[in-house]
T-cell receptor, first 113, second 117 residues
Framework: KNQVEQSPQSLIILEGKNCTLQCNYTVSPFSNLRWYKQDTGRGPVSLTI?????NTKSNGRYTATLDADTKQSSLHITASQLSDSASYICVVISNFGNEKLTFGTGTRLTIIP | EAGVAQSPRYKIIEKRQSVAFWCNPISGHATLYWYQQILGQGPKLLIQ????????DSQLPKDRFSAERLKGVDSTLKIQPAKLEDSAVYLCASSLARTSGRIREQYFGPGTRLTVT
């Protein structure tokens, strides 16, 4: 069964600090992995998309890594800001005829001043 | 570029009542998705359309949920009759038509928060 597990479930850090969110998946066949940011009351917004051959991808203060051998990904946030408070969802896409998205349950990140 | 539009943003109904949600995708996007997101969980795909045809509705509870996209643009999702466990955010997303070898980005609307009492 295709699954995406994220950790931690929730995280509280001080403004300006760094943090790393984890994603482990068992999805096959693998096409690409995405990290989404979902603000409260809003739809998810894509941060990064990585294919099998990509190990790292950055989007401003967000850096995602992918280890396709161990089926793990991480999202590192540098110099956190209050606006980073949101849920971060890891999504793995398989592509066997039709694209299938498997969503993680997300990590709820709270930045405190 | 205008985003995915959804209405209403919030809806409160009693169990056994009916409710309908509307979605207007990004112009030119052939593929439209409806997701159900229960509090604290990731979105779950309910149905996927390619133009006005259904691609995947394997997780749609067809005894109470229905969806249509008659003209291949706007879509409506209906629940009849609603149950307490249907309380969730219903997200609509759209993407360009599938092109071999190309990654398609999905763009999400703000969602409709449904509360069933």
């Amino acid at each position: 069964k295709n699954q995406v597990e994220q950790s931690p479930q929730s995280l509280i850090i001080l403004e300006g600090k760094n943090c790393t969110l984890q994603c482990n998946y068992t999805v096959s066949p693998f096409s690409n992995l995405r990290w989404y940011k979902q603000d409260t009351g809003r739809g998810p917004v894509s941060l990064t998309i990585m294919t099998f051959s990509e190990n790292t991808k950055s989007n401003g203060r967000y850096t995602a890594t992918l280890d396709a051998d161990t089926k793990q990904s991480s999202l590192h946030i540098t110099a956190s800001q209050l606006s980073d408070s949101a849920s971060y969802i890891c999504v793995v896409i398989s592509n066997f005829g039709n694209e299938k998205l498997t969503f993680g349950t997300g990590t709820r990140l709270t930045i405190i001043p | 570029e205008a985003g995915v539009a959804q209405s209403p943003r919030y809806k409160i109904i009693e169990k056994r009542q009916s409710v309908a949600f509307w979605c207007n995708p990004i112009s030119g996007h052939a593929t439209l998705y409806w997701y159900q997101q229960i509090l604290g969980q990731g979105p779950k795909l309910l149905i996927q359309f390619q133009n006005n045809g259904v691609v995947d509705d394997s997780q749609l509870p067809k005894d109470r949920f229905s969806a249509e996209r008659l003209k291949g643009v706007d879509s409506t999702l209906k629940i009849q009759p609603a149950k307490l466990e249907d309380s969730a955010v219903y997200l609509c997303a759209s993407s360009l038509a599938r092109t071999s070898g190309r990654i398609r980005e999905q763009y999400f609307g703000p969602g409709t928060r449904l509360t069933v009492t």
